[in-house]
C-alpha cells in the first residue's frame, strides 16, 4: 500500500551513493535503488560528444525495470546524471512517476 520512492544516481556513482538518504523514507515509502549498468566507467569521447543516446539508452532502462516491478505513478530522485535519465523516461514514459526532485541534474 505504501507509494514508491525510487532513487536514480549519477554517472559516475552506483545505489550505494543513497545509502544514508533512502533509510529516512523507508517508514513511509517504498523505497527503490538501483544501478544503471556500466555506469561507474568512464565516458569514451562519442559519448561525450553527444549524451542523448546514452540518456535515452539508461531512460528506457530505468523504464524496464519500473514496468518490471509495476510500478506507475512513483515518486523519483535523480542526481545529477540520473535527473536527467529520470526525466528523459518520464518525457518517454508518462505514467512512470507523479513526482520527481532532481538533484543538480546535468548533462555529461
Not at 514508491?4 to 544514508?20: A, K, L, N, Y
Not at 523507508?26 to 523505497?31: L, T
Not at 545529477?80 to 512517476?97: E, K, T, V, W, Y
Amino acid at each position: 500500500g505504501k507509494r514508491t520512492i525510487v532513487f536514480g544516481h549519477g554517472f559516475g556513482c552506483d545505489q550505494i551513493f543513497w545509502r544514508h538518504i533512502s533509510p529516512a523514507f523507508e517508514a513511509h515509502y517504498r523505497v527503490m535503488t538501483f544501478d544503471f549498468d556500466d555506469c561507474t566507467r568512464p565516458l569514451s569521447p562519442a559519448e561525450r560528444a553527444s549524451t542523448t543516446p546514452l540518456l535515452d539508452e539508461y531512460a528506457e532502462t530505468l523504464a524496464a525495470i519500473c514496468r518490471h516491478l509495476g510500478l506507475e505513478n512513483a515518486l523519483y530522485v535523480g542526481h545529477s546524471l540520473g535527473g536527467m535519465i529520470g526525466a528523459r523516461a518520464l518525457l518517454h514514459h508518462p505514467r512512470l512517476f507523479s513526482a520527481m526532485a532532481l538533484i543538480c541534474p546535468c548533462a555529461v
